[in-house]
């Protein structure tokens, strides 16, 4: 027996299938630090990848099945899954990647994005599986890329930095730190990684809650919060879910619309394909205060070429080339950015806790602009992204004002640009340890002379009882303020 659905009922369902995902998204991101301590980098993986399977045929099965509830329970699990890899993947690329490095392979995480993006516009267009029978083999191609990465990934290493840190397990992570160097010298990164563990021995198994509550790791969390919010409220998913429709309104036909949707897919690929040798380059914080400002530019644009559609023809490429030109720029900076600088920003301690917590605020509003988005549209019509305009602003002037530069930065390095005074104790005295951050990624401290250095006349720096403290601040940095 069919039942009739009323039209309001239609579109509420539409919005539940929509948003789920978002939903599955944030619930996967803030179990991303669980995962990771429990199962490993590589093992939250592996298993993340069986719930691609299952999601995948779900929502493949849903049309064949006449099951919405099918449909809605894969959309959730998707969701969950593609929560989870924005947790983990990035924290593992961080993990196995050389300092020199770092950042270009931090940015390969958001091409695989782009490129999946790509293909499911091209996959999506009606002539392919953008139809009645063809959307439920649409969503089933989730399971293929879960099926090559279940392949693909047992040949990969866990990450040495997991291996030794969180699971005491030093031969493990020289053999795994020999498979990803390809060289059997890695005395260097062991050494740096027990400097590491060493110097936050206070700050392993740290919970979500410990992380809101340690004074030393709120600015750098606020600055992962806020970087990721740059991303999600710059307008970007505005772009992405509303293309379309954007060009329609600028006066595109739906076919040319459509291709034009594809176009900005393309572009996002080959600018993140460019931004990844620049990424080493140029630096975190350079490329997004460049990203950020070049969104600002070309969301005015847009703006205007929504105003004045009906006065000139050439108007409507206008609106394409600045939609472009706000895809570059996204792609070269707040793009990648993100997700790489947040996994740098903490050391190994709180790094799985401060991953769940900024990529649940990513998930939440990605979530936010994809609901009132339309809403946005029916109240502001052509003046919608004025509000992205004045956001990217306050994010560029917090991204220069406090966004330290990570390029060619140890982990312990960049944790130790965000400490707070500390009180020490040397030999039995108590010395005061000033340290303070340095937004611009210039040095740690002021340059004292060895003389002015109060443990140096405790009877041999390098000889004190205090091992902690020799490894922590070698060299009289512990006396520079």
Request: net charge neutral.
């Amino acid at each position: 027996m069919q039942e009739i659905i009323t039209e309001s009922f239609k579109e509420f369902l539409w919005s539940v299938t929509v948003s789920i995902f978002a939903i599955g998204g944030m619930v996967g991101g803030i179990s991303g630090g669980a995962v990771a301590n429990r199962c490993g980098r590589k093992g939250g993986l592996l298993l993340n990848n069986i719930l691609a399977i299952f999601g995948g045929a779900f929502m493949g099965l849903s049309k064949a099945s006449y099951s919405i509830e099918m449909l809605l329970i894969g959309r959730l699990i998707i969701g969950f899954n593609c929560g989870l890899n924005t947790a983990l993947v990035p924290m593992y690329l961080s993990e196995i990647s050389p300092v020199a490095l770092r950042g270009g392979l931090g940015t390969v995480n958001q091409l695989a994005v782009t490129v999946g993006l790509l293909l499911s516009q091209v996959f999506g267009v009606h002539f392919l599986l953008g139809t009645t029978r063809g959307w439920p083999y649409l969503l089933a191609i989730a399971i293929i890329p879960a099926i090559l990465q279940l392949c693909l990934l047992p040949l990969c290493p866990e990450s040495p930095r997991y291996l030794l840190i969180y699971k005491q397990e030093e031969s493990l992570a020289r053999e795994s730190l020999k498979r990803l160097r390809y060289s059997s010298n890695v005395e260097e990164d062991i050494d740096e990684m027990k400097a590491e563990e060493r110097a936050n021995q206070h700050e392993v198994r740290i919970t979500m809650m410990e992380l809101v509550q340690n004074k030393t790791l709120q600015l750098p969390l606020i600055i992962g919060i806020v970087m990721h919010l740059s991303q999600q409220l710059s307008g970007i998913n505005a772009v992405f879910y509303y293309s379309t429709g954007l060009f329609m309104s600028a006066g595109l036909s739906e076919e040319a619309s459509r291709y034009s949707t594809i176009g900005v897919g393309s572009v996002m690929v080959i600018m993140t394909l460019v931004s990844i040798p620049l990424m080493d380059r140029s630096g975190r914080r350079t490329l997004h205060l460049y990203g950020l400002g070049g969104m600002f530019i070309f969301s005015i644009f847009i703006t205007i070429s929504l105003l004045v559609k009906f006065l000139y023809h050439w108007v409507t490429y206008l609106s394409v080339v600045s939609t472009l030109g706000y895809v570059v720029f996204f792609a070269i900076g707040p793009g990648s950015i993100p997700w790489m600088i947040t996994a740098e920003l903490f050391s190994q301690g709180p790094r799985p806790a401060s991953m769940s917590l900024t990529v649940l605020v990513n998930w939440l509003a990605n979530f936010v602009v994809g609901l009132i988005f339309p809403m946005m549209q029916a109240c502001l019509n052509d003046y919608t992204f004025l509000p992205f305009t004045a956001l990217l602003a306050i994010f560029w002037t917090f991204t220069y004002k406090k966004v330290p530069e990570t390029k060619n930065k140890t982990f312990e390095e960049i944790s130790a640009l965000f400490r707070r005074d500390e009180i020490i104790s040397a030999n039995g005295m108590n010395i005061h340890v000033a340290r303070r951050y340095v937004p611009t990624g210039g040095p740690i401290a002021d340059e004292k002379s060895i003389e002015s250095c109060q443990l140096h006349h405790l009877h041999h720096c390098w000889e004190m009882d205090s091992k902690k403290i020799r490894d922590q601040t070698p060299n009289h940095l512990e006396d520079r303020a």
